[in-house]
């Protein structure tokens, strides 16, 4: 079981992080790229969602693309999920009380990965 305060330990870790708040939640961005955020659910999420919104913390990460974003829901829907405010869009939630410490950081820094600048992604890979 993961947490918020976790996920901001794994973003904040990874190079040409910054933190910052927007609409009263934690926001971290590489280079002014957003690639995670803290997204509680709203009172539309909750009636979209109906019985099966989740309680706990949420996470929204970023994704290489719809289908990435498909594939995941998919393949882990007590992980992953989606809400009809990010439709069309690259991202999903991840329930942190349902995902692990090492699945929590390969979410991220994929996310990571996906938006930072070429040379500052490829510097990473090259000295993992």
């Known amino acids: 079981m993961a947490t918020l ?3 901001r330990r794994i973003a904040l870790g990874l190079p ?3 933190e910052k ?3 009263g ?3 971290w961005r590489v280079r002014d790229k957003g690639f995670a955020w803290e997204r509680p659910l ?3 999420d909750l009636a979209a969602l109906g019985d099966d919104a989740p309680t706990g913390e949420i996470l929204g990460v970023r994704v290489a693309d719809l289908e990435e974003k498909e594939s995941l829901v998919a393949a882990e829907p007590d992980v992953f999920f989606t809400i009809p405010h990010l439709d069309g869009w690259p991202a999903v939630l991840v329930r942190l009380e349902a995902i692990g410490l090492d699945e929590l950081t390969e ?3 994929d996310a990571w990965l996906d938006r930072a600048p070429r040379a500052l992604r490829q510097a990473f890979l090259d000295g993992r």
Do not use: F, G, N, Y
């Open 5 to 7: 305060e976790d996920a």
């Open 16 to 18: 040409a992080t910054s």
């Open 21 to 23: 708040v927007s609409w």
């Open 25 to 27: 939640s934690l926001h």
């Open 42 to 44: 709203r009172k539309t």
């Open 107 to 109: 979410v991220i820094t």
